[in-house]
């Protein structure tokens, strides 16, 4: 006679190595492909070929800011072709430098003031007082 409740077994594996096949598929399953944050072959081979143009400008002297400045410069030998180049792939090469919001208060020594501004510094905490009563 069958049991269909209370029985030891679920499948014909009993319930202690259910659980252990359960957690050996889940690290089976983690070990696929490749490691989360490693680069594909592809993004291999375009970071080498990235770092290769970047050496070679850079030891040929020839990377886009150097061709402008060159150019700046009063250099003749760069023809207009050459600068257009540097100047379509400058984005590419160089970043661009963003602007930074900085919010800073100087703090300078009473001695160092003129009477002008020791006379406006003593109204304005002045008219605090006065507001604030």
Excluded: W
Aim: glycine share 6%; aromatic share 2%; net charge positive.
């Amino acid at each position: 006679m069958k049991q269909c409740c209370g029985s030891s077994k679920v499948n014909g594996l009993q319930k202690p190595e259910l659980i252990i096949q359960k957690k050996m598929n889940e690290i089976v399953k983690k070990q696929r492909g490749r490691p989360k944050g490693s680069l594909s072959q592809s993004g291999r081979r375009k970071r080498a070929l990235r770092d290769r143009v970047e050496k070679d400008l850079a030891k040929n002297k020839a990377t886009p800011l150097e061709i402008m400045a060159r150019v700046m410069a009063g250099d003749t030998s760069v023809t207009e072709m050459q600068f257009e180049a540097a100047k379509a792939a400058a984005p590419y090469i160089h970043p661009k430098l963003s602007a930074v919001q900085m919010n800073a208060t100087v703090r300078r020594s009473v001695a160092d003031m003129s009477d002008e501004e020791l006379a406006a510094l003593a109204t304005d905490e002045g008219g605090e007082e006065e507001g604030a009563s």
